[in-house]
T-cell receptor
């Protein structure tokens, strides 16, 4: 299967700082990547759809100014959590699909803890 | 009504038992269906795709019922290693424009 690499796998940051999470498709080009957030014992919640070369599409209730998404190339999308607060502590996961494909390949996830 | 609904469980069954999960979806035009497995604190991983004719992979059988808009997953001869959360995934379009996840069904296999 295709490989999607997400970095970092975990991060602890102080409240008020910003954190950048990278999602890379290693062996295929991903025109679309997805960013999810998962709280403990809950399912994945789609935050936004990241489109290469254009603005991301955010789900209802997700603040685009707080969760900045950049998809500058066909193999890299980044999610920046700006001015992080403890309530932003969560498991963030990205996924990508091959062009024309339907199967989603997931990154390993990033566990963010804001203290 | 949620776009994809699953029984959250937990299902707690003895090793060797057969267990089945159902998942319903609201968009009748949905094209692709999958079951993913997620272990605690890990990313989801594809377990199997679900085809219209039904498909089997070892101890796992997936079925699709378009008329009733549900998919199912059957696990036979369950193993301790089957303990995980099983996510029903629906792709409404022909490409992965917006994959929709169910809330997941937690399965725990006891010795």
């Amino acid at each position: 299967g295709a490989v999607v690499s997400q970095h970092p796998s975990w991060v602890i940051c102080k409240s008020g700082t910003s954190v950048k999470i990278e999602c890379r498709s290693l062996d295929f080009q991903a025109t679309t990547m997805f960013w999810y957030r998962q709280f403990p014992k809950q399912s994945l919640m789609l935050m936004a759809t990241s489109n290469e070369g254009s603005k991301a599409t955010y789900e209802q209730g997700v603040e685009k100014d707080k969760f900045l998404i950049n998809h500058a190339s066909l193999t890299l999308s980044t999610l920046t959590v700006t001015s992080a607060h403890p309530e932003d502590s969560s498991f963030y996961i990205c996924s990508a699909t091959r062009q024309g494909g339907t199967e989603a390949f997931f990154g390993q996830g990033t566990r963010l803890t804001v203290v | 009504r949620k776009e994809v609904e699953q029984d959250p469980g937990p299902f707690n069954v003895p090793e060797g038992a057969t267990v089945a999960f159902n998942c319903t979806y609201s968009n009748s035009a949905s094209q692709s269906f999958f079951w993913y497995r997620q272990d605690c604190r890990k990313e989801p991983k594809l377990l199997m795709s679900v085809y219209s004719s039904g498909n089997e992979d070892g101890r796992f059988t997936a079925q699709l019922n378009r008329a009733s808009q549900y998919i199912s997953l059957l696990i036979r001869d369950s193993k301790l290693s089957d303990s995980a959360t099983y996510l029903c995934v629906v792709n409404p379009g022909s490409s992965a424009s917006k994959i929709i996840f169910g809330s997941g069904t937690r399965l725990s296999i006891r010795p």
